[in-house]
C-alpha cells in the first residue's frame, strides 16, 4: 500500500513509545528536535501523543515470543542487536512494541531521511533530518542522545565497508553497554566485519506464524466485506489450506496475493491458490539460484521402480496436520543413485505433483562464487528461499559435480568447497523445516562419505537399468505420450530387444522411429522401435565397468529402486574361482 493510502483496520502501527524515562519527566514536545550536543546534529522528532493514564501495554500477539526475546536481550543491555529480514516495518513494530514496554522512546535512521523518531503517520513520514543522513553523523545523535531510548538503523550493510563507520560502530557498542540504549540494525543481509564480530548479536527475524497470516487475511477480508461484488467463502478446512499456503511469505508478500486475487476473481475460498504459487515462483527467480520447476509430469508416467513410488506414496501426505497430530516426523529427503537415464530426475519433478508442493532445482554451480564469502552466502540464501517457499521439494542433481573436490578443498580453492559442503550438511542434519531433499549421483565414488551419515537422508535409494516388465511400461508411457495406442505394438518384444536400455534410451529409440516412420510416410510400428533399438549402442555397454561397480557399492548400502521378483537376487557379486 502506498502512504496516501488509508490502512486497513488492524494494520500494524509503528507510533513509537513517547514516554520519558520514570526518573525525568518528559519535557513538553514541540514538534521540534529532541535536545543534543551542539556539536553533533540533533535526532529529529515528531511531535507525538503522550499515553494516557493507564495505557496497556502490548498484549501478547502472534509475535509474543519473539518479542519477549528481543525485550530480554534489550534489558540484558546487549548494545547491538542485528534482525536480517526484509520484513523492516514488521521489525519496527516488534522493536516499537519492545520500547514501550520498557517505557523508551524509538527512533529510526535510514539514509534517505536520516535519525527521526518512529512514526508511520503522513506528516513523519515526509520529515527528513539532512544533519543525520550520514551514518556517522547518526552514530554521534545517538552518542550524544540523553534519554532512554532504542535506535532502529537501516539498510546500514552497506556502510560497513567503510573503516570510519566500523571503527565508530565499535565504539558506539561500548559507550551503549553503560547507557539505557539499544541499537537495532535492520537488513535483509547479513553484513559483519571481523571487528565488530564480538560486539553484535544477530537475531534471525522469522516469517509470519500462522496467527499473524490469519490476521491478515481477517484484515482482507474486512477491507472488502461491503462490497456485494466479492464472495467470501472460507470455512475452516479452507482457511488452513490458505494460511498453510502463505506460509513462507512476508506480510506485504500475502497482502499483494490476497489483493490480487480479491481483484481478479472477485472471490477468496479455498478452490484457487494459484496467485500464491505464483508469488512463491517471483520469490525463487529472484534469488537467482534456484530455478522452479511447474509440476508437469504426472506420477503415473515413472516406470517401474515400485519400492521407491511406493516409498513416495506413503509419504504424499507428510507435511499435513493431520500427519503432525498422528506423530508423523516431516522427512527429510532420500539420494537416488543409479545409472544415467534411468529415471532419477523423473522422480524428482513427479514427486512435486504427487505431493502437489513446489520443486525448487539447486544449480550448485550458480553457488560458487569469486568473491570471498559469496559461495557461503549463496548456499545459505539458497536455503532460506528453500524454506520460506515450504513446503517444498528442493532438487539436487547430480551432486557429485558439487562436492567430489572436498577432500582437496584446502588446497585447491582456500577451502571454499569444504565449507559450502559443511553449511549443506549441516542443514541437512539438523533441519526442522518441511523441505524434502532429493539429490541424485550417478558417481557414487566421488561423493564425500560424510553425505551418507544417518540422520542426513531418510533412505538411499539405487535405481538400476529397467527390468523387462519395468520396459513393458516405460514403453507403453512413451508410446501413449506420442499418441499411439500402447495394445497396437508388440510390447513384450520391444522389452526383450531393449534388454541393457535406460529409459532416456528407449524414450530416444521410440523418438527415431517416429521420424523414420514419417520420412517414410508410415504408421509406427514395432518393427521400426526395432531397428532404431539396433541402432543404438547403451550406456549398459560402452559404461559396463563403471555401471558394475556401481551396483557392487549399492549392493550392501542401498535400497533397490524396483521391485523385484523374490527369487532374483540383485546387486550380488560372485567371485569367479580358477581351481587348476
Not at 501495554?57 to 509475535?63: A, F, V
Not at 500462522?210 to 472488502?224: F, G, P, R, S
Not at 527467480?285 to 534456484?290: A, E, N, Q, V
Not at 528461499?385 to 588446497?411: C, H, M, N, R, Y
Request: glycine share 6%; with cysteine; hydrophobic share 40%.
Amino acid at each position: 500500500m502506498s502512504d496516501q493510502t488509508p490502512r486497513p483496520p488492524g494494520s500494524p502501527s509503528f507510533r513509537a513509545p513517547v514516554s520519558g524515562p520514570p526518573s525525568a519527566p518528559r519535557p513538553a514536545s514541540t514538534g521540534a528536535a529532541t535536545p543534543a550536543s551542539p556539536s553533533t546534529p540533533p535526532v529529529a522528532s515528531a511531535a507525538p501523543t503522550a499515553p494516557t493514564a493507564g495505557e496497556a501495554k502490548p498484549r501478547p500477539g502472534p509475535t509474543s515470543s519473539f518479542l519477549h526475546e528481543i525485550d530480554v536481550l534489550v534489558r540484558a543491555k546487549y548494545p547491538i542487536l542485528y534482525l536480517v529480514t526484509h520484513e523492516e516495518e514488521r521489525a519496527e513494530k516488534i522493536i516499537c512494541d519492545v520500547a514501550r514496554l520498557q517505557n523508551k522512546r524509538c527512533y529510526s535512521w535510514s539514509y534517505t531521511r536520516g535519525l527521526l523518531e518512529a512514526g508511520t503517520d503522513l506528516q513523519m513520514k515526509k520529515k527528513i533530518a539532512e544533519a543525520t543522513t550520514d551514518p556517522f553523523e547518526a552514530m554521534n545523535a545517538v552518542i550524544d542522545n540523553v534519554e532512554n531510548a532504542i535506535f532502529i538503523f537501516k539498510d546500514l550493510h552497506p556502510f560497513l565497508k567503510d573503516p570510519r563507520i566500523v571503527r565508530r560502530l565499535r565504539e558506539l557498542a561500548a559507550f551503549l553497554r553503560d547507557s539505557p540504549r539499544t541499537l537495532f540494525l535492520v537488513s535483509p543481509s547479513l553484513v559483519i566485519p571481523c571487528e565488530l564480530e564480538k560486539e553484535i548479536t544477530v537475531i534471525e527475524f522469522g516469517f509470519p506464524t500462522a496467527d499473524e497470516i490469519n490476521q491478515k487475511i481477517d484484515e482482507m477480508i474486512e477491507l472488502v466485506r461491503n462490497n456485494p461484488r466479492v464472495k467470501i467463502n472460507l470455512p475452516q478446512p479452507d482457511r488452513e489450506r490458505l494460511i498453510k499456503a502463505c506460509s513462507g511469505l512476508t506480510l506485504r508478500e500475502i497482502e499483494n496475493v490476497l489483493s490480487k486475487t480479491l481483484i481478479s476473481q472477485l472471490k477468496l475460498d479455498g478452490e484457487d491458490f494459484r496467485a500464491i504459487l505464483e508469488e512463491k515462483e517471483q520469490i525463487i527467480r529472484k534469488s537467482g539460484i534456484l530455478e522452479f520447476y511447474a509440476a508437469t509430469e504426472a506420477f503415473k508416467n515413472v516406470g517401474g521402480l515400485e519400492n521407491l513410488k511406493a516409498w513416495l506414496e506413503k509419504r504424499r501426505q507428510a507435511f499435513s496436520e493431520k500427519a503432525r497430530a498422528f506423530g508423523c516426523t516431516p522427512p527429510k529427503g532420500i539420494m537416488l543413485l543409479g545409472v544415467q537415464g534411468c529415471g532419477k530426475s523423473l522422480v524428482a519433478k513427479a514427486v512435486s505433483s504427487l505431493w502437489n508442493v513446489p520443486l525448487l532445482r539447486l544449480d550448485m554451480g550458480r553457488i560458487f562464487s569469486s568473491l570471498v564469502g559469496s559461495s557461503e552466502e549463496n548456499v545459505r540464501r539458497a536455503i532460506r528461499t528453500a524454506e520460506s517457499v515450504a513446503p517444498a521439494i528442493l532438487w539436487v542433481d547430480e551432486v557429485e559435480k558439487a562436492f567430489a573436490g572436498v577432500q582437496s578443498s584446502g588446497a585447491a580453492d582456500s577451502g571454499v568447497t569444504s565449507r559450502v559442503f559443511g553449511t549443506f550438511l549441516t542443514w541437512l542434519q539438523e533441519k526442522t523445516s518441511p523441505v524434502f531433499v532429493i539429490a541424485t549421483s550417478n558417481k557414487i565414488r566421488d561423493l564425500p562419505p560424510e553425505l551418507f551419515r544417518k540422520g542426513r537422508f531418510d533412505d538411499i535409494f539405487f535405481v538400476d537399468l529397467p527390468l523387462p516388465a519395468e520396459r513393458k511400461a516405460i514403453f507403453a508411457i512413451h508410446l501413449q505420450k506420442k499418441g499411439r495406442d500402447p495394445q497396437t505394438f508388440d510390447l513384450e518384444r520391444l522389452a526383450s530387444a531393449s534388454e541393457g536400455y535406460s529409459g532416456a534410451e528407449i524414450e530416444e529409440a521410440i523418438g527415431s522411429a517416429i521420424y523414420e516412420a514419417f520420412a517414410l510416410d508410415q504408421p509406427l510400428s514395432t518393427d521400426l522401435i526395432l531397428k532404431a533399438l539396433g541402432e543404438t549402442y547403451p550406456l549398459s555397454k560402452t559404461m559396463k565397468e563403471e555401471i558394475d561397480d556401481l551396483r557392487r557399492w549399492a549392493s550392501e548400502r542401498a535400497r533397490p529402486a524396483s521391485a523385484l521378483p523374490m527369487a532374483q537376487e540383485p546387486f550380488k557379486t560372485h567371485r569367479a574361482l580358477e581351481i587348476g
